[in-house]
């Protein structure tokens, strides 16, 4: 390969279209299933520990429960400024009492 070739082909690949960055462009219908589908799950996952009783994993449950709501708090009101589109937010909007629920009754029992 010549000196030339191999700097064509290196600009080629530098020139390869980027994925946007912007905020709104990342919520996609398919993106917004799947974001409510890890959250659901997480949801389940943080829930177990209520039955099997282990005080240890009511404590960590409540701690990522925690985390989530406020992270989800904050992602409604980055998606409300970036898309103003309803079912952005109603994820979000869902999830924060969801997962506070959770994180009070895991701190609770």
Do not use: C, H
């Not at 409510?36 to 829930?47: E, H, I, K, P």
């Not at 904050?74 to 869902?94: K, P, Q």
Request: aromatic share 6%.
């Amino acid at each position: 390969m010549s000196l030339k070739q191999w700097l064509s082909l290196a600009v080629r690949v530098l020139l390869v279209p980027v994925r946007s960055t912007r905020v709104e462009d990342s919520l996609t219908g398919g993106l917004l299933r799947r974001e409510g589908l890890q959250l659901a799950v997480l949801a389940l996952v943080t829930a177990a520990p209520l039955l099997t009783d282990v005080r240890a994993l009511q404590l960590i449950a409540g701690v990522v429960d925690v985390v989530v709501a406020v992270v989800a708090a904050i992602a409604a009101v980055i998606a409300w400024r970036a898309s103003r589109r309803v079912a952005v937010v109603a994820i979000y909007a869902v999830t924060v009492p969801v997962f506070s629920l959770l994180a009070f009754v895991n701190f609770s029992v």
